[in-house]
């Protein structure tokens, strides 16, 4: 089977106008997909709005007990709920999951040692629970994940929507053959930052390393690209970054093995 | 197939030991079974936590944008996804769905005439999606429905929880032979409101009339019964209430045709 693992972030997740736009055209794709969303800006606010103040530490979210409720509230809830009710309107059968639900994605929770990021789970080797996925896709079903998972013995967990996405897909090929596809607010990694147009078409390992080096990539775009070179050496056919406006077209940054 | 629709109310799902005892009792039930919950009463506190106040009117939830916003985090976040880790971490294989999901449950927006009660759905007829409650249900997975239904055009819906058993089972009923239990915080219908040794074993529909008339029924059991008689009508092959904690013994009221 060939499988399309698409990552959506937050940040059109949460706007009703890119949001719209990014539904008629993931619904437009065919054959067997899966969705991967966040939401982090909306359990930012959601936070405060309960007069919790979010903490980070080095980019990342510290998940106490409250910010887990909230986090699963968001995203499991308001954000992915939303996400699928428009995805059936456009005639794309979603069936919105969090790794609980049918045991699809198992996480541990991470060591409190040297950090305690509290309620954050990383997903076991063999965590994804490929025979689900793989049912509810032969069913003619869109699985659409959001950023929580469970343990296994009772107890949520919050992980990072990209590592999801790299898990699924990395899963996926070992049988299937995986298109990785990260969404983002630019068209592809850019040779220079403020020039849209600069789109990098291919990169490598090697000329990844480069581009660190000289500065061209930089801050949140080194962890979105390791991961992605991950799935690119766990046997993921493609992976590319595109803009989350552009699903449809072909100006898009592919990652490939040396 | 033979297919046990059970509905448990929000007070047991909020209250962690209740939860505990319901999960490991309904876990332990063999066979295909679905699992209906509510969630009211947090979703009323978290509404106050966010500043809002609930609207009743007349026992039923006014939900505006904002209240059904708050309904569909509680309700499909943070209750779904806390009783299905859980039944996980029980060995029960749970898939907790809101009606969008998979197209399983569609509703039409109540007429605001002649009392506009907001985002509130009433179920289509023909709104239940048995095909993919059967796909999941024949894969080994258990569907742990929440009260948000969507309308196939973008919109979240509330609905009744209690409305949402009796649909699926009286849906279902068409091909297989279902059971519905409706587990509430009373060991069943009890002849004297007192006296939690009074369970009437059976009620028909003419000893129900009888009931309402000497006043033994009355307030919140007359539109369970409704919808529980709704449920006999319809080929439902047997339904059943009795208390959240003792959903593996006897003592039960059971409702039969005449």
Redesign the interface.
Known sequence: MKIKVIKVGGNVVEDPRLLASFVRDFAALEGAKVLVHGGGVMASS?QR???QEPKMLQGRRITDAEAL?VA???????C???V???L??AGC??????G????VIRAVRRSPVPVDYGFVGDIFPDGVNCP?LR?LLE?G?VPVLCA?N?D?????LNTNADTIASSVACALAVEDEVELVYCFEKPGVLADKDDDSSVIPVITPSSYAGLKASGAVAEGMIPKLDNAFKAVASGVRSVIIKHAGNLLNDTRTTLKAD
């Open positions: 959601m709005a309960l007069g409720k699963v509230m968001v995203y499991a809830g308001w992915n709920k939303n699928v009710s428009l059936q309107a059968n979603a069936i919105g999951l969090s609980a639900d049918g045991n689900v049912t069913a079903m929580i469970h296994g013995a009772g107890t949520l």
